[in-house]
């Protein structure tokens, strides 16, 4: 897709959040199957519903735009992944893995932030109220998780 407008960049960003939750939703669960501590499972469980109502989100302002959310691949959001994958896999005690894994929450975290507040600025400089508020509601979301692995982090 060429990008020759900000529409046609909101465009991009929110196919590519798009792709970002759908490979979120299929690593959580593999993510809390790691981890022992009850806690941290609880919140990757936790994180996967949300995430989910994320994308049902995601779908929602595709729609209200008349574009299709389908059609790119998240390499960033893959990367990142790739990384919480090499924690899983390499043998790691209890607890460097369940650090490790909040820091790869966390990596993860930070970057839907960064992209789901930058298609909220554009989608405000474009007029499209109703998606600011839709992108908005999913920002704070993920305001809140990483807040919550900040506190899970902490506490071990």
């Not at 941290?40 to 989910?52: D, K, P």
């Not at 998606?131 to 999913?138: F, G, H, M, P, R």
Request: proline residues 2%.
């Amino acid at each position: 897709m060429k990008i020759k407008t900000l529409e046609d960049l909101l465009t991009d960003e929110l196919k590519d959040l798009y792709s970002a939750e759908n490979q979120i939703t299929k690593a959580l669960p593999k993510m809390a199957r790691t981890t022992r501590s009850r806690e941290l499972r609880s919140a990757f469980e936790e994180h996967l519903r949300q995430t989910e109502n994320q994308v049902t989100r995601l779908e929602k302002v595709c729609d209200e735009l008349g574009i299709s959310p389908k059609g790119k691949k998240c390499v960033g959001m893959e990367g990142l992944l790739e990384e919480g994958k090499e924690i899983m896999s390499n043998g790691a005690d209890p607890s460097a893995l369940e650090a490790g894994l909040i820091g790869a929450a966390h990596n993860v975290e930070h970057s839907e932030i960064a992209a789901y507040g930058t298609a909220s600025a554009h989608a405000r400089q474009l007029g499209f109220n109703s998606v600011v508020q839709l992108l908005d509601q999913t920002l704070e979301a993920e305001k809140m998780t990483a807040e919550k692995f900040t506190k899970i982090a902490e506490n071990k």
